[in-house]
C-alpha cells in the first residue's frame, strides 16, 4: 500500500492510493476460493469528480464448487441473480466510480459431481459502485458434462455480458458424446436465465430416444 493524502481542505481531502498484491485471496466461501494478482489505484480526481477505483485484477489458482444435477427439473435455489451481481449503497462508497479490468487465463477449476471445467476471463468493471457496469465474457475450456448414459466433452464456450444488455448473461456452449455408433451434439444458446439446449444425433434419433439415451 503506497500513496499520499492532500489535507489542504480538510473538509474534501485529496487523496492518492496504490494497492498491489500477488496471490491474494479475495473471496472465499465454501463454495469458492478466488484469487488473484492486484494492481488498484484509488483515487480521487477534481472534486466534482468524486473517487476512481481504476487498475486491473488478474485472477488465478481458483476453485468453484458447484451442486448441479443435470438430471433434475429444477436447481436448488432461488431465481438466479443477474448482473453485475452486487450493489454498494452505503454513503460514501455509493458515488464511488469502477475503472477495472477483470483477466485470468484458465484461473478458476469448477467442480461437482456432473460438471467439471476450467474458465477463463476478459471483463470490464464500469460505473459506479451503486450502479456497476459489467462487461465482458467468461470462457471454458476442456470441460466435461456427465449423464448416466453418455460424457459429453464440451468444445470451448462462452458466457457473456454485452453491453446493450447489461443485466442479463448470454450463453453459447456446444458439446459432444460418442457411445458405441453413436454420436450426439449439445447446443446451449439464448440466457442464464431462460437457457435453451438442443440435441443432434447422428444416426437420427427423436428428443424423446435422446433422453432415454441419455
Do not use: C
Request: hydrophobic residues 40%; without cysteine; glycine residues 8%.
Amino acid at each position: 500500500l503506497a500513496g499520499e493524502i492532500d489535507m489542504t481542505d480538510r473538509t474534501e481531502p485529496l487523496w492518492n492510493l496504490t494497492v498491489a498484491g500477488l496471490n491474494v485471496p479475495m473471496v472465499r466461501t465454501k463454495e469458492m476460493i478466488l484469487r488473484g494478482d492486484l494492481d488498484v489505484k484509488v483515487a480521487t480526481g477534481q472534486r466534482s469528480e468524486g473517487v476512481l477505483v481504476s487498475g486491473t485484477l488478474n485472477m488465478l489458482r481458483s476453485t468453484l464448487l458447484v451442486d448441479f444435477n443435470p438430471l433434475a427439473p429444477n436447481l436448488a435455489g432461488s431465481t438466479p441473480t443477474r448482473p453485475p451481481f452486487f450493489r454498494i449503497t452505503e454513503a460514501p462508497f455509493a458515488e464511488w466510480r469502477f475503472d477495472l479490468k477483470l483477466l485470468g487465463d484458465q484461473f478458476m477449476r469448477v467442480r461437482s459431481p456432473y460438471f467439471r471445467t476450467t474458465l477463463s476471463a476478459n471483463m470490464d468493471l464500469k460505473g459506479s459502485f451503486a450502479n456497476p457496469e459489467l462487461s465482458g465474457s467468461v470462457r471454458n475450456t476442456r470441460g466435461e458434462l456427465h449423464f448416466p448414459g453418455a460424457k459429453f466433452s464440451l468444445d470451448e464456450g462462452e458466457a457473456f455480458i454485452e453491453a446493450g444488455r447489461p443485466d442479463v448473461v448470454q450463453l453459447d456452449f456446444s458439446g459432444i458424446a460418442q457411445k458405441a455408433s453413436r454420436v450426439i451434439i449439445m447446443e446451449v444458446s439464448q440466457t442464464l436465465d431462460d437457457p435453451r439446449v438442443q440435441f443432434q444425433a447422428t444416426p437420427p434419433m427423436s428428443n424423446a430416444a435422446i433422453v432415454r439415451f441419455l
